[in-house]
């Protein structure tokens, strides 16, 4: 009985350590919604001040990706998501400053590389798929 159970023990423990699971980008997909909307919407009220909170809260729903995860995400994938925080990070500086034009420019690009991000997700795979397309993903990538 006790090299069952140390046999199925080990067996578990092997099958974890086989198959790591991969972090959540957004832990809070409605937040980052939210949040892009908060901040049109103060773009479009001219509000500056509100758009930085707007912007700081997507800062905050959004971790940022690393090349070194284990399990790891598709290097396409990772580009757009350091592009998305790229041009976040001007946004917020632009939003800081009171430039909102600039920082409405700098959400749009947001946007694109979120959209183009979860497209990639959708038919990408990474080392950790092994070999099997990632499913659509909405917001939870």
Do not use: Y
């Amino acid at each position: 009985m006790p090299r069952l159970v140390a046999g199925t023990l080990a067996l578990v423990t092997v099958v974890a350590a086989a198959s790591p699971v991969r972090v959540p980008v957004h832990q809070d997909a409605p937040a980052v919604e939210q949040a892009v909307l908060d901040a049109t919407r103060a773009f479009l009220h001219d509000d500056p001040s509100a758009a930085r909170t707007a912007l700081d809260k997507l800062s905050e729903s959004c971790r940022r990706m690393s090349r070194d995860e284990i399990p790891g995400w598709a290097e396409p994938v990772v580009n757009e998501d350091i592009a998305m925080h790229a041009a976040l990070d001007r946004a917020r500086e632009f939003a800081a400053r009171g430039n909102i034009d600039d920082a409405v420019s700098s959400l749009v690009w947001v946007e694109r590389t979120c959209r183009n991000c979860h497209a990639l997700r959708a038919t990408t795979t990474s080392p950790a798929d092994i070999g099997n397309p990632s499913r659509p993903s909405g917001l939870k990538p």
